[in-house]
T-cell receptor, first 114, second 115 residues
Framework: DSGVTQTPKHLITATGQRVTLRCSPRSGDLSVYWYQQSLDQGLQFLIQYYNGEERAKGNILERFSAQQFPDLHSELNLSSLELGDSALYFC?????????????FGPGTRLLVL | AQTVTQSQPEMSVQEAETVTLSCTYDTSESDYYLFWYKQPPSRQMILVIRQEAYKQQNATENRFSVNFQKAAKSFSLKISDSQLGDAAMYFCAYRSQYTGNQFYFGTGTSLTVIP
């Protein structure tokens, strides 16, 4: 158990819908990262927040948005969902925002868009 | 964008033997970080080992070590005394401040450990 929690574990929804994935980092960690793992695109870095501020941005679609709240939990919002958004979404956290920081990954949220 | 290539989709090793997983990357930068992550069937991502590009010494973590060849842009992972619990998907990853702190992952190598 990494100490990072993600809810829900599984999510089934329909195309065109909007969902919110939630992540609670390890106690004391200020940085949160979001990743998408799909069969056709592999593991992709989406976005990083540090203490409420966006720190790095990867291949995150405009239909997706994220934020980190004052209590340091983070949410990833996915809207206008498409079949291709079906994937495993990971959240990770680290103490600081540095490149060398060890990230602790949550168990993931499996999203299925029908 | 940076590219990370893992040319071995699948590998197998006999228990207690040694196996090496390959990773190459493409970059024009001199300062960056390289990582190996393990993803067992539980799908959890676990950091195995990390290497800073400015350090010439190869990183080692117990039975896991890397062979970092900066000029060749190669970063292979050696697992010694393989154990059944090492069976997993292994991902190589690259990160640098010059690419906006993004992570770039390879496509992974699935490792089977044969008892």
């Amino acid at each position: 158990d990494s100490g990072v929690t993600q809810t829900p574990k599984h999510l089934i929804t329909a195309t065109g819908q909007r969902v919110t994935l939630r992540c609670s980092p390890r106690s004391g960690d200020l940085s949160v990262y979001w990743y998408q793992q799909s069969l056709d695109q592999g593991l992709q870095f989406l976005i990083q927040y540090y203490n409420g501020e966006e720190r790095a941005k990867g291949n995150i679609l405009e239909r997706f948005s994220a934020q980190q709240f004052p209590d340091l939990h983070s949410e990833l919002n996915l809207s206008s969902l498409e079949l291709g958004d079906s994937a495993l979404y990971f959240c990770a956290s680290s103490v600081d925002a540095g490149l060398q920081e060890t990230q602790y990954f949550g168990p993931g949220t499996r999203l299925l868009v029908l | 964008a940076q590219t990370v290539t893992q040319s071995q989709p699948e590998m197998s090793v006999q228990e207690a033997e040694t196996v090496t997983l390959s990773c190459t990357y493409d970059t024009s930068e001199s300062d960056y970080y390289l990582f190996w992550y393990k993803q067992p069937p539980s799908r959890q991502m676990i950091l195995v080992i990390r290497q800073e590009a400015y350090k010439q010494q190869n990183a080692t973590e117990n039975r896991f070590s890397v062979n970092f060849q900066k000029a060749a842009k190669s970063f292979s992972l050696k697992i010694s005394d393989s154990q059944l619990g090492d069976a997993a998907m292994y991902f190589c990853a690259y990160r640098s401040q010059y690419t906006g702190n993004q992570f770039y992952f390879g496509t992974g190598t699935s490792l089977t450990v044969i008892p």
